[in-house]
């Protein structure tokens, strides 16, 4: 009797234990499939069929800047990803991943029930033994966000969430497992992982940390990547070096655990420094940053008129730029700013370069620039206006590190030091278009955009100094005049009702009038303010010159007097290379732009750009001036004639120099048959500058910036830009142009001199 009441409790036992076992698999079905249709709301959505299908776009929506050779200049994002195939990766980085992570990676169909087992027994045991989520459900949750986003009503009870969660990375793993190969999980986990320092996915990592492409990691680089995965910041190399050191050290050993490498491996490398070569990649790195940064606003407006939001649309823009021209256009730069920050430092010899005109420096010029900064109107706010505690705080060194044209510099300078130590740079701006199509094919906005923002392309507006010449020819030319029309190198005097002093005499460089008697080529070529002069009274008026000077794409305000022949009315790089570009182009003026075509996410155009025209001069007109600019290096004084060989041998440029009153800004202006491109060089202040004009004029300060930008452009056979003539009118001229006869002998043997020779023994008279 008692055996059968024993086998009868056993019976039941077992009966209650396979109820109780398919009663919690019907459960855990019901409780999957409510969660799958998000019953009552109770669970949040799930994502599409079709976002996991594609789930790397869905994730990655930043929007990418294409160069027009096919180059990504940059992306606008929230967070910084670039996507890489499986073929991509280290073979390295995927075993230092399997060993830590997900060992049966390759075995399990998203979900490893052996490492959920050892993830629950070690809750219930207190004893953390490893998680359970292996690599495709840790993508789930990269990608989709299953801890934060789509929360359904069941989340606010904090018991139910994790399972709710949990449930949800196991749908999302399945469906993943479904529709792509191990390999394609694999790169889309490595595309979507967070290292920290703004690094999201190994690309962006392996360029931060080791300034290498994921696929040259070796074993303790990749070791070290796959340790910091956890805790991006308690890992990370720079911050905690200590810490890195230590999960390397565990990882390598998990890779010799899982035979990945041997003992003798692991015992070498585990003693290896980390080797970290810090580059940052952010907003401010990559070609082109001042193009970028000025272009965002149009693109934000642009995104926002046309329902898109620039930073999570996914765009892909594509610009004129070439990436070839650009990076040569930042070697220039480089190379010749170096040199003359070098020579402009020697000059002033330790002494602040800020200036009045008549040589004595600007007492209290730091202090009055200091209140215009961000930093002191955050003093202020915290400490209060006139409170000594703002001195303090200005004049306290701290650790900062500096721009040098050595690389960046670690030192301790307070913030009225830090300020006087950046205001002694001089800075500059160059811009190369395609005078036939409106392409900017090179934008450099300034020496360092990392440590000065501003714009020297199109913010920055200066006095163009004689550059603005070429407009007053032009108004003469277009009426009939000719380039071998002569006058005399004398006084021009001008009336000036209402003044003092009631007249105005624009002098030369030298302050000297030869009486010389020379044609309007060689006046420009040599750029002698009283053959301008000249022109502007007797054969035009201010008021025809602004408007000419407008109707060729000037947009900042001229004023119509004398003084405008000599160019006192600023303007910017960007308006003066779209306005010259309008003499290559046979008189037709392009509007500069740098967008051809914006396309969405899946590859659709949304809206092209082409170019906007106007014709502004007639053909003959446009290459009557264009010849009128190829006096500066054919004629004899011609203030480009310093230009290299490279560049000048077999080759027709037009070019115009400019120098503004005491030598505070540097201009040049450079044509060829192919691209037009201007250089600005100067102070950040127009008090800051050198002190002879011989020194810090634009054939000095900007000139060699275009040549060796040229020299690289005509080196580089594939690019396909060659030396030759310009284009000639297809009607004959009406006017003469051959002014051979009038040829001033005092230069005939300047056949061939350097660039020192020439400007030494030119009349420099592009000064006002």
């Known amino acids: 009797m008692a055996n059968n009441t024993s086998n009868n409790l056993f019976s039941k036992l077992i009966r209650i234990i396979w109820i109780t076992f398919f009663s919690m698999i019907i459960l855990v079905m019901v409780g999957i499939f409510s969660v799958r249709i998000n019953l009552f709301n109770l669970f949040g959505d799930l994502p599409s069929y079709k976002s996991m299908e594609n789930p790397e776009a869905e994730n990655d929506l930043s929007s990418v800047l294409m160069s027009a050779d096919g180059i990504e200049l940059g992306k606008y994002y929230i967070t910084n990803r670039n996507q890489v195939a499986f073929e991509e990766l280290s073979p390295n980085l995927v075993d230092a991943l399997l060993s830590t992570e997900d060992f049966r990676f390759y075995e399990h169909s998203g979900i490893d029930p052996r490492g959920l087992l050892r993830a629950l027994v070690g809750k219930l045991t207190f004893s953390f033994s490893g998680g359970g989520s292996t690599v495709t459900m840790q993508l789930a949750e990269n990608i989709f966000r299953t801890m934060t986003d789509n929360q359904g009503l069941l989340y606010k009870f904090d018991f139910l969430k994790p399972f709710i969660i949990k449930i949800k990375e196991w749908i999302i793993s399945i469906q993943l497992e479904k529709f792509f190969t191990k390999d394609e999980i694999m790169a889309m986990y490595f595309n979507t992982i967070f290292f920290g320092s703004n690094s999201y996915g190994i690309n962006t990592a392996a360029a931060t940390f080791f300034n290498k492409t994921p696929d040259s990691l070796n074993i303790q680089e990749s070791a070290m990547l796959i340790g910091m995965l956890n805790a991006p910041t308690r890992y990370n190399p720079i911050s905690n070096p200590d810490n890195a050191l230590a999960k390397r050290t565990e990882v390598l050993y998990n890779m010799h655990k899982f035979d990945f490498i041997s003992r003798e491996a692991f015992d070498s490398l585990k003693v290896l420094p980390l080797g970290v070569e810090y580059t940052a990649q952010d907003h401010l790195s990559g070609p082109a940053p001042y193009f970028r940064s000025v272009i965002k606003p149009q693109l934000i407006h642009w995104a926002k008129e046309n329902g898109y939001d620039l930073y999570e649309s996914g765009l892909r823009i594509y610009t004129t730029i070439d990436s070839r021209l650009q990076n040569y256009a930042e070697q220039a730069m480089t190379k010749h700013m170096t040199y003359l920050q070098k020579l402009f430092d020697e000059h002033w010899n330790g002494q602040n370069p800020w200036r009045y005109e008549d040589g004595k420096e600007i007492p209290n010029f730091l202090r009055d620039k200091i209140k215009n900064t961000s930093r002191y109107a955050s003093l202020v706010a915290k400490y209060g206006k006139g409170s000594d505690s703002i001195n303090i705080v200005l004049n306290t060194a701290v650790p900062m590190r500096v721009f040098s044209w050595h690389g960046e510099v670690d030192t301790l300078l307070s913030p009225m030091d830090s300020l006087k130590y950046y205001k002694s740079f001089l800075q500059s701006g160059f811009m190369s278009m395609d005078p036939k199509n409106g392409h900017i094919k090179a934008w450099v906005g300034g020496i360092d955009f990392n440590h000065f923002k501003y714009d020297h392309v199109k913010q920055g507006r200066r006095q163009p100094g004689s550059t603005f010449k070429p407009f007053v020819y032009t108004a003469a030319i277009d009426q009939g005049y000719s380039p071998c029309y002569i006058v005399e190198d004398a006084p021009v005097t001008f009336s000036m009702p209402g003044q003092v002093p009631p007249t105005y005499t624009p002098k030369n460089y030298n302050l000297k009038f030869t009486g010389e008697k020379m044609t309007l080529r060689q006046g420009m070529a040599r750029s002698k303010n009283s053959i301008t002069a000249f022109v502007m009274k007797e054969m035009t008026t201010p008021a025809t010159v602004v408007k000419y000077a407008k109707e060729m794409g000037v947009e900042n305000p001229l004023e119509a007097v004398p003084s405008l022949c000599l160019g006192t009315s600023d303007v910017s790089i960007f308006e003066l290379v779209g306005a010259y570009s309008s003499f290559v182009n046979k008189g037709v003026y392009t509007i500069p732009y740098f967008i051809t075509r914006i396309e969405d996410k899946h590859g659709n155009i949304i809206q092209e750009f082409p170019p906007r025209t106007r014709e502004v001069l007639s053909e003959e ?119 051979t006869k009038f040829q001033n002998p005092e230069f005939a043997d300047m056949d061939s001199v350097d660039v020192d020779q020439a400007i030494d023994r030119l009349d420099q008279s592009d000064i006002f």
């Open 621 to 739: 007109t446009a290459y009557l001036m264009t010849y009128m600019l190829m006096g500066a290096t054919q004629e004899k004084g011609g203030t480009a004639q310093g230009l290299s060989p490279e560049v000048r041998l077999n080759n027709e440029i037009g070019a115009k120099t400019g120098t503004t009153q005491n030598a505070s800004d540097g201009w040049f202006i450079g044509l060829t048959k192919d691209l037009v491109s201007g250089v600005w060089t100067g102070g950040d202040e127009r008090s800051i500058h050198f002190r002879t004009s011989a020194l810090g004029q634009g054939a000095r300060m900007a000139m060699p910036i275009w040549d060796i930008y040229m020299q690289s452009v005509y080196a580089d056979t594939v690019l396909g830009y060659e030396k030759g003539p310009f284009p000639r009118p297809i009607r004959p001229l009406s006017v003469e142009i051959d002014c």
